[in-house]
Structures are given as C-alpha cells and as structure tokens.
C-alpha cells in the first residue's frame, strides 16, 4: 500500500515543527527518515499513524486521504512502533502482543483460533516466543522493544510506521530486526538515527533538517559527504561497503563538528541538494 505525505506541516506549541514536506514510501518499500535530533522525524510519524493533526497537508493512504478514514478502519492498515513506549503493563508479552488484533474485533471478543496463531507467529518473528508468558514490566528495554514490535506485526498492517526501532537493541538483535523489515516487503515508514543502518535497509531516504524536506532518493545519491558535513555538522567520508556493496560511512570522530565544514545548526540546503529531491 502506497503512502504519500503531501505539503505537510506540524505546529507545536505555536512554534513550526515539520514545513511544507513532500515524501513517499511506494508499496513494499522501506523509506527511512533520518535527520539531526529536532529536525522533525518523530513529529512527522506522529501524524502518519494519527496521533498529532497536521496543521496543514494531507497523508494519503493508497490515494485516500487518512482524516477520512475511521480510526478502526485505519487501524487494521497502520500499525506503529513509536518513542514514546507507554507505562510498564501489568500484562503477559502474549497479552501485549494480542492487542494488535484490536481493530479487528468487535468490543469484549475474545481472542479465536486465528488471533492465537498470529499472536505466536510475531512472537516467533521478533525472538520472543519463549517470553510468552512473561510480564512486560519485567523485560528489559530491549526485550519490551522487540515485544512491542510483535505487537505492530501482529496487527497485520499494511504500512508500518517505525520511530527509532532499534534503541534499546544489542547489535546482533538490531541486525535482526532490520533482516525482519527487509523481509516483510511491508511498506515501512521508519525514523533512524543510524546513517549506515539507514543505509543497509531503506530504498529510499529522506533527510529532514530544521523541519524542511532537504533531499531524497536512493542511499547511495543521497548520502554524500557534503550533505554529511551541511546537515550534521560531521566529516565523513562515504564507502563501499566490503560485505554488502551498500554505502558505508565512515565517520572522522577526531575532527570537531565545528571544522567539519557547516555546523550542525546551519540552514537547510540550497537549491542544488534539493534538486536531488524524487518523488
């Protein structure tokens, strides 16, 4: 299922959080948000699966404007993963991870045969199927993460919306749930802070600065050193990488981020970066 976010802007607070954005993730394909911390990636999520209004814009969801789809309806076609992870519940993983089958119940139904065998299948998928029965409250931070990964697979969605999904993950396992999302061909909507994990599993980037779209396109167009340096205030140099072929960046972590060129604050980029900008 396609989805298009068109002329996007989020107010908080009276103040301009997300600005006039333009981006897509076609069907099956994973489109990475990445930017500096404050540039906008979680507030634009926000909207994708409804918890924050745009201010001004549209989502459209396989062409039909999301505002005027019911919340039960959207539901079954967006699941998220967000920050913001909730309180510790007084709740089994498998208890958590069934209320993924919410919106396609009606009210006090229990769970059938079907809910059952989707419930241990995402359990399975995300390494958690021993946990079961376990209390969420207990499980360490990456554990809930995976957990509450499950949770999204086990609502069958056609979009997933990602913020972050690999905090709290010991390597092996972020390596783990990227293989996952490569695998699923879901359409993906997810915010990373890791450039070269961004880079290993996203078709397309989209890189946000200060709120403002300032380039998209395949990894490969859109990582450049000079976009490195302007948006992130960082100096790197961009490789092949000798397991994979995908970009590799490989950071100078000597150079302060003052002499790498734009400092981390500096403006959105000029019209040459956004010509990169696809559709």
């Known amino acids: 299922m396609r989805i298009a976010v068109e002329d996007l ?16 993730a076609e069907e099956g394909e994973i489109a990475g948000l990445v930017g500096p911390n404050g540039s906008g ?20 969801l396989a062409g039909r404007e999301l505002e005027g789809i019911p919340p039960a309806e959207s539901a079954r076609h967006v699941a998220a993963l967000p920050q913001e992870r909730g309180g510790d519940f007084e709740l089994t993983v498998r208890e958590v991870v069934a209320m993924g089958r919410t919106p396609y119940k009606r009210a006090f139904a229990a769970d059938d045969a079907e809910d059952h ?6 359990l399975v998928r995300v390494g958690m199927a021993e946990a079961a029965g376990r209390r969420f409250a207990q499980l360490s931070g990456g554990e809930r993460q995976r957990v509450l990964l499950a949770r999204a697979l086990a609502q069958q969605p056609d979009v997933l919306v990602l913020d972050e999904p690999t905090n709290h993950l ?3 396992h972020q390596v783990e749930l990227l293989a996952l999302l490569r695998e699923q ?11 070269n994990a961004a880079a290993s599993v996203c078709d397309r980037l989209h890189v946000l600065h200060r709120g ?12 450049t050193a000079d976009l490195l340096a302007e948006v992130f205030g960082v ?4 490789v092949e ?12 972590h000597r150079t302060p981020a003052s002499s790498a060129g734009a400092p981390a604050g500096a403006p959105a980029l000029d019209g040459a970066a956004r010509a990169q900008t696809v559709s």
């Open 9 to 24: 802007s989020v107010t908080l607070a009276g103040r301009t959080v997300v600005a006039g954005v333009h981006l897509v």
């Open 41 to 60: 990636k979680s507030s634009l999520l926000r909207t994708v699966y409804r918890h924050l209004r745009p201010s001004a814009g549209r989502i459209l």
């Open 117 to 122: 065998r989707i419930v241990a299948d995402a």
């Open 170 to 172: 010991d390597v092996r």
């Open 185 to 195: 061909r879901r359409t993906t909507l997810v915010a990373l802070h890791d450039l």
């Open 212 to 223: 403002a779209l300032v380039a998209s396109g395949a990894p490969r167009d859109v990582l």
């Open 235 to 238: 100096r790197a140099a961009v």
């Open 241 to 252: 990488h000798p397991l994979t072929g995908d970009p590799l960046i490989a950071f100078d």
